[in-house]
């Protein structure tokens, strides 16, 4: 079945700086991936998606990139902000399945 | 998600009871899953329904039940025969239109054993 594995467990950046999550899934069929941002104690809210058809998407500090041939997919986090310290969580999904399979997530710690 | 509600916030079990998760939304979403979260870790899925009096078992169904007679609503039962129930439980639901779709959570329900 399908598998995502997620990098890395934590990460902690200064303020300003980028911060980059990386993910690998298994199954070559997938071909939606969402990404998730969970505050403590919170539920985890989309942030950002990208489909297998499109190979960048931005929005505004955030971006995610798709590389299909290696299956795995980046979110990437411009000029962090002491609130984005959270847990991301990546995730994947094939087509014509309802079942996300998510990655072990990243807790991120934005240093002010 | 804000059409998505849990309730209670919190719950507390007793040993051998059973005890029920409320999960309603009013987004017109045909799908609804149920996922635990235990401290630290990440989500895993209990059971999904993508249609009203039908559900599938997800990878950890052992010690759950669940109903869905009304689109909106999909009660999660936590049964007895769970023997490590505590954790955050996580309702979410999603459009049906043909797959790889958005999938919105509700707020949770923090289950703890008394």
């Known amino acids: 079945g399908e598998n995502v594995e997620q990098h890395p467990s934590t990460l902690s950046v200064q303020e300003g700086d980028s911060a980059v999550i990386k993910c690998t899934y298994s199954?070559?069929?997938?071909?939606?991936f969402p990404w998730y941002k969970q505050e403590l104690g919170k539920r985890p809210q989309l942030i950002i998606d990208i489909r297998s058809n499109v190979g960048e998407k931005k929005d505004q500090r955030i971006a995610v990139t798709l590389n299909k041939t290696a299956k795995h997919f980046s979110l990437h986090i411009t000029e962090t902000q002491p609130e984005d310290s959270a847990v991301y969580f990546c995730?994947?999904?094939?087509?014509?399945?309802?079942?996300?399979?998510f990655g072990s997530g990243t807790r991120l710690l934005v240093r002010p | 998600d804000g059409g998505i509600t849990q309730s209670p916030k919190y719950l507390f079990r007793k040993e051998g009871q059973n005890v029920t998760l409320s999960c309603e939304q009013n987004?017109?979403?045909?799908?609804m899953y149920w996922y635990r979260q235990d401290p630290g870790q990440g989500l895993r899925l209990i059971y999904y329904s993508q249609i009203v009096n039908d559900f599938q078992k997800g990878d950890i169904a052992e010690g759950y039940s669940v109903s869905r007679e009304k689109k909106e609503s999909f009660p999660l039962t936590v049964t007895s025969a769970q023997k490590n129930p505590t954790a955050f439980y996580l309702c979410?639901?999603?459009?049906?239109?043909?797959?790889?779709?958005?999938?919105?959570f509700g707020p949770g329900t923090r289950l703890l054993v008394l």
């Open positions: 199954d070559s069929a997938s071909n939606y």
């Open positions: 979410a639901s999603s459009i049906m239109t043909g797959g790889g779709e958005t999938q919105y």
């Open positions: 987004l017109n979403h045909d799908a």
């Open positions: 995730a994947a999904v094939r087509e014509s399945s309802y079942k996300l399979i």
